[in-house]
């Protein structure tokens, strides 16, 4: 049986592959948590990865505090590029796979077109900057990698836009919403059935060594301004959604104008594409009770 890490287990991404699990009983699973597998110490990373010896392993640890990174640029580096470099190295010294996760803000190319994995990045930030550093020391020093590059992530668990936006409607009858940046909104469990199937081809295909960076995203396209109108929509929220131009919502961290990613590289290998972001985030409310179920069949 093989066995499969997944790293940051408190975080919404390891907490969807921990719910679905149950899915993949052909694998050994075992969860780690900040104080089980702590990013910033890469003595513990070489030491724990060598003693668990993992097949696989799923790295969703992140800093992903966008706007704090720029006070904490150390912590980020740390997390996101440091550590990931101690892992990276950790996995290749077992022949472990590596599953890394990034973001579609390494890209901030002022290309208004979808994005591709081999085009150019020019990520801005101390965010971006440090997934960018992550992406490159995960590929240089595990010679079996996947980079997923995601954009926009939700889901039932943590704290995200979708629970932000919903917690925001119980207190306010208007929000404002910013509408000129683009990008597609991406659900956890879309992410983790596309990566249990690249992972399982990966093992089916005898692969030895891999290099590869996916993007990653549910289908569609939409503004922050569309997804704040859709989760009042399908929530049947009494809120008037306001569009203003990001230059009126000003945030610590520069955040990309266009990021819509190209999905044709990874539709390529997976037997299904991912579904319509509208229709992920149906299930998620329905999830979070804000949609009774007789209300999605």
């Known amino acids: 049986m093989k066995s499969i890490l997944v790293t940051g287990a408190g975080g919404q991404l390891a907490r ?3 719910q679905l699990s149950g899915q993949y009983p052909d694998y050994q699973w075992r969860f780690a948590n900040k104080v089980e597998l702590d990013l910033t110490d890469e003595d513990q990373i070489a030491k724990k990865i060598a003693e668990w010896a993992p097949e696989v392993v799923i790295n969703c640890a ?5 706007d704090d990174a720029e006070k904490n640029p150390e912590l980020a580096y ?13 996995c290749d010294e077992q022949s472990a796979l590596l599953i890394h996760y990034s973001t579609d803000y390494v890209y901030h190319n002022d290309l208004n077109r979808p994005l591709t994995e081999e085009g150019p990045c020019q990520p801005k930030g101390v965010y971006a ?9 995960a590929l240089r020093f595990s010679s079996r990698t996947m ?7 939700f889901s039932s668990f943590g704290k995200n836009f979708v629970k932000t936006m919903l917690r925001l409607s119980e207190k306010m009858e208007r929000l404002t919403v910013v509408d000129d940046q683009i990008g597609a909104p991406t659900a956890t469990d879309v992410i983790v059935r596309a990566t249990m199937e690249l992972v399982e081809n990966y093992i089916d295909g005898g692969r030895k060594e891999l290099s590869e960076i996916y993007n990653l995203s549910n289908s569609g396209v939409a503004s922050w301004y569309d997804f704040a109108c859709a989760v009042m929509e399908l929530a049947e929220k009494d809120v008037k959604v306001v569009p203003i131009p990001g230059k009126d919502f000003p945030q610590a961290a ?9 999905m044709e590289k990874i539709k390529g290998i997976l037997k299904e594409e991912p579904p319509h972001w509208r229709t992920s985030l149906k299930k998620c409310l329905t999830e979070l ?3 009774s179920k007789t209300q999605t069949n």
């Not at 992140?62 to 966008?66: F, G, I, K, P, S």
């Not at 996101?80 to 190295?89: C, D, I, Q, T, Y």
């Not at 900057?129 to 020391?137: L, R, V």
């Open 16 to 18: 969807t592959f921990k």
């Open 62 to 66: 992140a800093y992903t505090a966008v």
């Open 78 to 90: 740390a997390v996101n590029s440091s550590g990931v470099k101690a892992l990276a190295e950790a």
């Open 129 to 137: 900057c440090s997934k960018w550093a992550g992406e490159q020391q």
């Open 147 to 153: 980079v997923l590059r995601t954009s926009w992530v």
């Open 254 to 262: 520069p955040r990309p104008h266009y990021s819509l990613m190209s």
């Open 289 to 291: 009770g804000e949609i």
